[in-house]
T-cell receptor
Framework: ETGVTQTPRHLVMGMTNKKSLKCEQH?????MYWYKQSAKKPLELMFV???????ENNSVPSRFSPECPNSSHLFLHLHTLQPEDSALYLC?????????????FGPGTRLLVL | QKEVEQNSGPLSVPEGAIASLNCTYS??????FFWYRQYSGKSPELIMS????GDKEDGRFTAQLNKASQYVSLLIRDSQPSDSATYLCAVSMPFGQGAQKLVFGQGTRLTINP
């Protein structure tokens, strides 16, 4: 256990559905991240939040909408997804955004879009 | 040129031998380097971090960094079947004002053969 939890662990959704992924960290960290991991591709950074403020949006399509109500919780709202969005979605947290900060990952949500 | 490059493998090593994993990166200003291990179906977990040129040892693991050559490696001594996993190299790169983010390589799949 890294102190970062994610729910649900598995999700199957149709292209017209709306769903949300939840991440919670119990480490007292100030920065939180969403990553996408597809087969045969490197981890792709999607969004970065620091002290609840979004500091990076890595050209992510608008069908992915992040929300960070406080430093411990991070959501990823999904709507009208495409089959190519099927992937493992990982949440991570770190103390801050400075150099040498280690990121700790949650267990991930395995998403399948039909 | 990819920002962080790793040989995707698979790399097969006999049990008890030394496994050597390599990583090169493109941004000369990078200062922090991390090795994560990811078992199939699981999330990445931190193995080692290294910030200065030279070697850093932790148990059976040794990380090596050469900033002049933009090269970082991970050695695993006395390899065990439980070391079979994908190893991700992550390099810090600047973004925004004074902030750092991690950029990941695609990972090297390591198999230890009993």
């Amino acid at each position: 256990e890294t102190g970062v939890t994610q729910t649900p662990r598995h999700l199957v959704m149709g292209m017209t559905n709306k769903k949300s992924l939840k991440c919670e960290q119990h480490l007292g960290h100030n920065a939180m991240y969403w990553y996408k991991q597809s087969a045969k591709k490197p981890l792709e950074l999607m969004f970065v939040y620091n002290f609840k403020e979004q500091t990076e949006n890595n050209s992510v399509p608008s069908r992915f909408s992040p929300e960070c109500p406080n430093s411990s919780h991070l959501f990823l709202h999904l709507h009208t997804l495409q089959p190519e969005d099927s992937a493992l979605y990982l949440c991570a947290s770190s103390q801050g955004l400075l150099d040498q900060e280690t990121q700790y990952f949650g267990p991930g949500t395995r998403l399948l879009v039909l | 040129q990819k920002e962080v490059e790793q040989n995707s493998g698979p790399l097969s090593v006999p049990e008890g031998a030394i496994a050597s994993l390599n990583c090169t990166y493109s941004d000369r200003v990078s200062q922090s380097f991390f090795w994560y291990r990811q078992y199939s179906g699981k999330s990445p977990e931190l193995i080692m971090s290294i910030y200065s040129n030279g070697d850093k040892e932790d148990g059976r693991f040794t990380a090596q960094l050469n900033k002049a050559s933009q090269y970082v490696s991970l050695l695993i001594r006395d390899s065990q079947p439980s070391d079979s996993a994908t190893y991700l190299c992550a390099v810090s790169m600047p973004f925004g004002q004074g902030a750092q983010k991690l950029v990941f390589g695609q990972g090297t799949r390591l198999t230890i053969n009993p």
